[in-house]
């Protein structure tokens, strides 16, 4: 069989020749020969950027038929894959999550990375990790380890990845090195562990500073394109680190010269309209801006101070969650005619328990926009808003000037309400205006900390309101956790593990399904095997049968025997079904979900 290395002239450079790869490919049985003519003559006749592409971006780029992947065609991954088989150099998928840019940028010059098209992206002791897209051509490998006194480790990679990290990992790495030119010493305001600089008068970088807003600008598109939901920039002794949360699992993504990230704060500082000056109080802000394809996108900015200076945390908030249906959030169709049941009442409360960063206000939001209707007066109070929304009358919290849940809700009383969203029930006093507005016959949706559905009873209880007023206006609880979802392009049957099922599952012993997925690892998913996350959901509508058992002295375990004899699924149960339908794996429930109580 023919060898793309066969070509390759020993002791000299070669570029990449489309002939050659598609006769190889053709050779190969990979492509067909009248495709490999037709692209043979369409490069031939190519002008500007298209004359310019890599042979492999090319052959992409008109996508044609893989023949040894029935229906799919020979895209970038699979040629690269290819390419690095051909020439015995491991192939390599740059995730830019775990490179340390800081430490790779400095081993060679951008210009000399752009002139050979290569870029590091790995430093050990021993050897830096290259990667290239033209795997014949070793000119530049002899004055590398004359300047990095280290081996090179030579792999092979998307040429579209490394044109696109190399101009954005130098781009920020310049930007860094801009904002920190000046030499600062560590002069933050809060740090508790001031060194004394004896004739040091720096002050840190200017927070208007071209390179400070360069940093941020690549620090809001990074955490879109990468589906975080939180942002965390972080100082620490030496530096201040920046994690982003993804699928709820967080990642360190860059370590910043401390003066930098203090700059980087007070730059979302002042595009959230807080008080710059102030670093001793924590804060609370918001920006709006735009994601990479146009989509405005909400932040909500938190700081603390911190040992070390200023933490902040954004939020971030899609509103095309608020486009969600209950399907899209993992609800099954029970579940959603039960709470559907529960929401439509004309008076009452609903309430959803769970920890925080369990999806609670995304369901909230959800039902309230589908409740939100001309006809009805939809009010909130939120501690702080999450999300502004056109539909609902939104309020926020304000201790400062003692507008609490409470007074709030006494206040929002008198705007005629329909339905009335609390952000969180947190002391009898909110509690009880809760119960008094449910009582004159408005809706009230709220939220509790509580483990599972029943404990919510019990958690009211402990705060002080009367069994039988609980009985009198609680409609149902929902308690609710996210499992990440499997990556739906890279995911594998396996077999089922018999202990774990029935961990997952008792004390039902639910069936066990002939088969489960497992997580593999793909471009589309970041090699995590998960992308995105759903619901599971343990619904306990409090019935005529369940209202007995509502006493002061409540005994859990009978309350909740009778809700399941009533058809309530645990969190695990509920998590077992999507296991079984192949979305998740039972160790995403089994982390995410508490131990299922005895039936």
């Not at 589309?524 to 002061?552: I, N």
Request: proline residues 6%.
């Amino acid at each position: 069989m023919k060898h793309l290395a066969d070509l390759a002239i020993p002791g000299s450079d070669r570029l990449l020749d489309l002939t050659d790869i598609l006769k190889v490919l053709a050779a190969q049985g990979r492509l067909g020969l009248e495709s490999a003519e037709q692209l043979s003559t369409l490069r031939r006749s190519a002008t500007g950027e298209t004359a310019q592409l890599h042979p492999l971006e090319f052959i992409a780029s008109q996508a044609p038929d893989d023949l040894a992947r029935s229906g799919r065609p020979l895209d970038l991954d699979a040629l690269t894959r290819w390419l690095a088989s051909e020439s015995g150099q491991p192939f390599y998928r740059i995730d830019p999550l775990k490179i340390n840019v800081s430490a790779v940028t400095p081993l060679m010059s951008f210009a000399f990375a752009r002139r050979h098209g290569i870029l590091a992206v790995e430093i050990n002791e021993r050897e830096v990790t290259v990667v290239s897209a033209q795997p014949f051509v070793r000119g530049w490998e002899a004055d590398l380890v004359h300047v990095l006194k280290r081996e090179i480790r030579r792999v092979v990679a998307n040429p579209a990845d490394i044109l696109r990290y190399s101009m954005e990992f130098y781009r920020l790495a310049r930007s860094v090195h801009g904002a920190n030119a000046s030499d600062q010493k560590n002069t933050s305001i809060g740090n508790f562990e001031q060194l004394l600089n004896l004739g040091s008068m720096s002050q840190e970088p200017d927070a208007n500073d071209a390179h400070v807003v360069n940093i941020v600008d690549w620090l809001f598109q990074y955490a879109f394109e990468q589906r975080a939901s939180d942002i965390h920039i972080e100082p620490r002794r030496e530096n201040g680190s920046v994690r982003l949360r993804i699928d709820g699992v967080l990642h360190t993504v860059y370590q910043f010269p401390l003066q930098v990230a203090v700059a980087v704060v007070s730059r979302l500082k002042t595009l959230g309209r807080m008080n710059v000056a102030e670093k001793r109080k924590p804060q609370d802000g918001r920006v709006k801006t735009k994601s990479p394809q146009g989509n405005e996108i909400e932040l909500r900015l938190s700081t603390l101070p911190t040992a070390f200076g200023e933490k902040m945390v954004m939020r971030i908030f899609d509103p095309d969650v608020l486009l969600r249906s209950f399907d899209q959030l993992g609800f099954s169709s029970e579940d959603q005619r039960r709470w559907q049941s529960m929401v439509e009442q004309p008076n009452g409360i609903v309430l959803v328990t769970g920890p925080t960063g369990s999806g609670k206000t995304t369901t909230l939001y959800t039902t309230l926009k589908q409740l939100a209707t001309p006809e009805v007066n939809v009010c909130t109070i939120e501690d702080p808003i999450e999300m502004v929304e056109d539909s609902f009358n939104q309020m926020q919290v304000q201790h400062n000037i003692d507008l609490t849940f409470a007074s709030g809700i006494r206040a929002l009383m008198r705007q005629d309400p329909d339905i009335i969203m609390i952000g969180e029930i947190r002391d009898l006093e909110t509690a009880e205006m809760a119960i008094q507005a449910a009582l004159t016959g408005h809706l009230v949706l709220s939220t509790l900390h509580t483990n599972d559905a029943p404990s919510s009873v019990s958690r009211l209880i402990e705060l002080g309101v009367p069994a039988y007023l609980i009985k009198a206006t609680v409609l149902g609880v929902m308690a609710q956790r996210l499992v990440r979802i499997l990556c739906p392009h890279c995911k594998e049957p396996a077999e089922v593990d018999e202990a774990a099922w029935q961990e997952l599952t008792k004390p039902w012993n639910s069936p066990q399904p002939t088969r489960a997925h497992r997580p593999v690892g793909c471009p589309e998913c970041r090699e995590t095997g998960y992308r995105g996350r759903a619901g599971v959901y343990e619904l306990m509508p409090l019935t005529d049968s369940l209202k007995p058992l509502v006493q002061t002295d409540i005994d859990l375990n009978v309350l909740r025997r009778q809700a399941y004899r009533e058809g309530m699924h645990s969190l695990r149960l509920s998590g077992a079904q999507k296991v079984a339908a192949g979305l998740t794996t039972i160790e995403e429930v089994l982390r995410v979900t508490p131990t299922s109580q005895q039936a």
